[in-house]
């Protein structure tokens, strides 16, 4: 009937009474209707469930100290009696100080107020007492419609500060990331010096190809970002095409904007991932904004794509120096190495920046990166940064037919191990200057061939099959700080001979390259103060009357 | 020249004796009342009327014990009646403090029971006092 279900939708409802029975309160009693063991206090333990107790874990069950007077139960066993029997005492402890409580007439002082339990009539109170930022509704602000939005009296004196959203003529400046689960949220703005990285998935599908907008271009860069009083629109810095099988290619031209279409079953231009750059100045405006795009296609099959977002913040007119460490390397952070120009003769370059570094620091010194499929020589140069302290270890395989010929195969596999441009030198410390050339240390080449001693007289062919490198370092300076120092860095390449293979056979050997870092530091000799000295001397007319 | 004199030496010494203990009594209870505050939980509901009524006891003891000294010594009455049913209120605030504050230490009983005791010592004088005046 409805008038009980008002009823009991309008009582309150309220957590349990609490137990203030000094006799009945059991804190180990925790099987219902069972005895615990050693629990003296437990009403379901008979006489014989006593006797078995060695005991008691709860010895005694007090009131509140503060009161001049209270209660006590004291659980004992007498293990002297045959059998061991429980004793049960209530007594009345005393508080012998001058300050405890004699009377209260504050009746909730002497135990923790229940909480309010929520219904429907006090929950929006309850809401605004407790709830912050994360229950409450979507605030007014962040609403993505252009027509509630209303941008014009914002960018008045704005002046951006670390964290807050960049505004676009529409909302913010939008850097989609997985919320809850991996699926793309397109709700998450971007923070000012903020650096982001995120990954997420789409869901998309051949038919949709240009209905979907989170996968076009122009859903990236159309909207213009709001700088103090300028509006700054986001240029096309650079696009990369990703082909189906993984291959990347940087196009030439890249202010032409590609908008996703069908073509032969497959739809082309989609967005994989962007990369922001924000250039700012030390007053806190934006003054120019890039973005660059890996644009990449998919097929029928295809119900979810990857993208991968990243917004980064350059200061104008200063050129990043990424350190690896201040002073010495930080673990986690990419290893600085770099090489010498050519042409320069030895005095000219203690003047000039001796080395020339790669500008992103995740490429100074790479390994080769292990892909979903094995194949050497569809690898396509995927390689990963080597982080100070990470040991790694990377591979693939390598499909040998008879009708592959030694050098180009040679040549391609020192590629693979080494990369486009492997470095001569790494920084010893963190940040190391590219003008110190003495900061460096030289990589040392080392170069061992599995030989098999019997075929000596065959023209070999021998090609690299692994590339060891292994750095070491030491502990430099304080005792309490120790500085990461690169000392030696040797790259050892092991090259093996290949066999001419009959026509029509096939051989698969494994290409292997990693990193090791060993710590060859000596161990610490703590400096001692020297001992204190006396310096007791005599003055000179101490013995006057005789010397 | 005992015999003309009125006014009643003991009373005269009991209000004296009276002013010290209340200076420190009223400095004990304010102590303790931040003791309170710092140990237990003591809403403002229940600090703002104990706190108010300790300085309201201390106003009627000062202008109980000038009235009453006073009468004592010119030998008014009207006085002296004055300071007995101001005492009134002060034998309240005190039965105040001794049951119905929020917390009633065991220090509070036992300054309360001698401020009492004292003023019925002192309101048997003061009777007395009053009953020699009229007379």
Redesign the interface.
């Known amino acids: 009937p409805p008038e009980t279900r008002a009823a009991a939708r309008a009582r309150p409802r309220s957590g349990p009474a609490p137990v203030t029975d000094v006799a009945k309160l059991c804190v180990c009693d925790l099987l219902v209707a069972q005895c615990d063991v050693n629990c003296c206090c437990d009403p379901d333990c008979s006489a014989a469930d006593f006797s078995l107790f060695t005991t008691c874990s709860v010895p005694i069950v007090t009131g509140d100290s503060h009161l001049c007077s209270q209660k006590a139960a004291i659980y004992s066993l007498d293990v002297e009696a045959n059998p061991p029997e429980r004793i049960f005492k209530l007594i009345d402890q005393v508080n012998p100080s001058v300050f405890c409580i004699h009377t209260t007439n504050y009746k909730q002082a002497l135990s923790l107020s229940s909480p309010e339990m929520p219904t429907s009539e006090n929950f929006d109170q309850l809401l605004k007492q407790f709830g912050s930022a994360s229950f409450s509704a979507e605030p007014d602000s962040w609403s993505m419609n252009t027509d509630a939005q209303n941008p014009s009296d914002e960018n008045e004196t704005y002046r951006y500060e670390y964290g807050v959203p960049i505004q676009t003529a529409d909302a913010f400046l939008r850097l989609p990331s997985p919320v809850v689960s991996s699926w793309c949220s397109d709700a998450n703005p971007a923070g000012f010096l903020v650096n982001q990285a995120t990954k997420c998935i789409r869901s998309v599908s051949v038919e949709k190809c240009g209905n979907i907008q989170a996968v076009s271009m122009l859903f990236y860069i159309n909207s213009s970002i709001l700088a103090f009083v300028l509006q700054v629109n986001i240029t096309v810095q650079s696009i990369v095409v990703q082909s189906l099988n993984g291959m990347r290619t940087l196009l030439n031209g890249s202010d032409v904007l590609r908008l996703p279409m069908i073509l032969d079953e497959l739809c082309i231009n989609i967005v994989l991932g962007v990369t922001y750059h924000i250039t700012y100045t030390d007053a806190g405006e934006i003054i120019e904004a890039a973005a660059s795009f890996v644009l990449g296609a998919i097929n029928k099959e295809a119900l979810s794509i990857q993208q991968s977002f990243e917004i980064s913040f350059t200061q104008v007119n200063t050129k990043p120096v990424p350190l690896s460490g201040n002073p010495g390397y930080v673990v986690g952070l990419p290893v600085r190495a770099g090489f010498r120009p050519q042409g320069y003769p030895f005095p000219i370059e203690i003047l000039f920046a001796a080395l020339v570094l790669n500008t992103n620091k995740y490429s100074q010194l790479t390994i080769l990166q292990s892909t979903s499929n094995q194949d050497c020589l569809a690898a396509q140069g995927a390689r990963t940064p080597i982080l100070f302290g990470y040991n790694m270890i990377s591979g693939c395989k390598l499909r040998i037919t008879a009708a592959m010929k030694c050098q180009p195969l040679t040549q391609t596999l020192l590629d693979l191990l080494k990369g486009q441009s492997f470095p001569e030198y790494v920084a010893s410390f963190g940040n190391s200057q590219a003008q110190d050339v003495l900061d460096w240390v030289p990589i040392t080449h080392l170069h061992i061939s599995e030989q098999r001693i019997h075929n000596t007289f065959q023209s070999s062919c021998q090609i690299p099959v692994s590339l060891e490198m292994e750095v070491k370092w030491t502990k430099y300076g304080s005792l309490v700080n120790p500085q990461a120092r690169i000392v030696n860095v040797t790259a050892t390449i092991t090259t093996t001979t290949l066999k001419q293979l009959p026509s029509g056979r096939e051989r698969t050997i494994p290409i292997t390259s990693s990193v090791v870092f060993t710590d060859i530091s000596s161990p610490a000799e703590p400096g001692y103060k020297a001992w204190p000295t006396i310096n007791a001397k005599l003055p000179f007319d101490f013995f006057f009357p005789f010397v | 020249n005992n015999s003309y004199q009125l006014s009643s030496v003991p009373l005269q010494i009991v209000f004296y004796v009276n002013g010290i203990y209340y200076i420190f009594y009223f400095l004990a209870t304010l102590a ?1 009342i931040v ?1 309170k505050c710092q ?3 003591y ?1 403002h509901k ?1 600090l703002a009327p104990d706190l108010a009524l300790l300085f309201v006891m201390a106003i009627l003891e000062v202008l109980r014990l000038y009235l009453g000294s006073m009468g004592n010594l010119t030998e008014e009455e009207a006085p002296l009646v004055l300071s007995l049913v101001i005492m009134v209120g002060s034998v309240i605030l005190s039965v105040y403090f001794l ?12 300054i309360n029971a001698v401020l009492l005791f004292t003023y019925g010592i002192e309101s048997v004088l003061q009777v007395i006092a009053i009953a020699t005046f009229f007379g």
């Open positions: 303790m003791y140990v237990f939980s809403p229940f049951v119905w504050q929020t917390y009633v230490l065991k220090a509070d009983v036992i």
